[in-house]
């Protein structure tokens, strides 16, 4: 057990290790300065593991997550992936961009960093056997999300922009908001197959696949 571990700023290293049924709980693994994100996560493999915590400025490369557990919602902000394989049960899941509390200036510089690191990515993240019980993947360009087709569907922001969203279904409208507002050209939405809504979910990105704006 790694209890209420708090770990600050950039740079900073970790990784080279293989954790098994461990629990990490409470704490913080954050940077609020570095929009090169030198708090780098790397080479890293969870299994059957149960994490928490604050996740803010964090550059993870090649790591692997199955089965992992949590007592709240897991809220990544203004971090960057490249080569994260997320495989098994996972938690609700919030991939957002830096939080909203920073100042405006600081929220770029993240932002602009991201499209930097992106830039010479091939794929960010491989969810194609995640089992979600929620997600939302914003803070990721979706054309670098390896994905299941049949439950996970990749919007495109030009289509949902000239899309008649009366035409659809109020969970659908905020699905197309999503996209609208993506700082990404397209962005992944998820069908949580863990979650009571799943065929609901579904039904409504179906809509959206039928009309053309999402894949």
Known sequence: MFPH???IGSPRSLGGADLVRCTVQGGALAQY???EFGLRVHDLSLRDCRAGGVLHGVQFSDVSVHNLASGHRLLPSACVFRHVT????IP???VRPAHYSLPEAVEEAFRDGAERF???VDW????TAAKFSDAEFSGIPGHLVRRDPQTQFL?????AETADSQAFSPRARSYLTKARTSPYPTVVVVAPTRSKYFKD???DLESLRAAGIAE
């Open 201 to 203: 979910v579904l039904k």
């Open 124 to 127: 960010a993240l491989d969810i």
């Open 155 to 159: 919007l495109h922001r030009d289509r």
């Open 118 to 120: 992106y830039a010479a």
């Open 86 to 89: 997320l495989s098994g049960r």
């Open 5 to 7: 571990t708090k770990l």
């Open 33 to 35: 300065e570095d929009p």
């Open 92 to 94: 609700q899941l919030m």
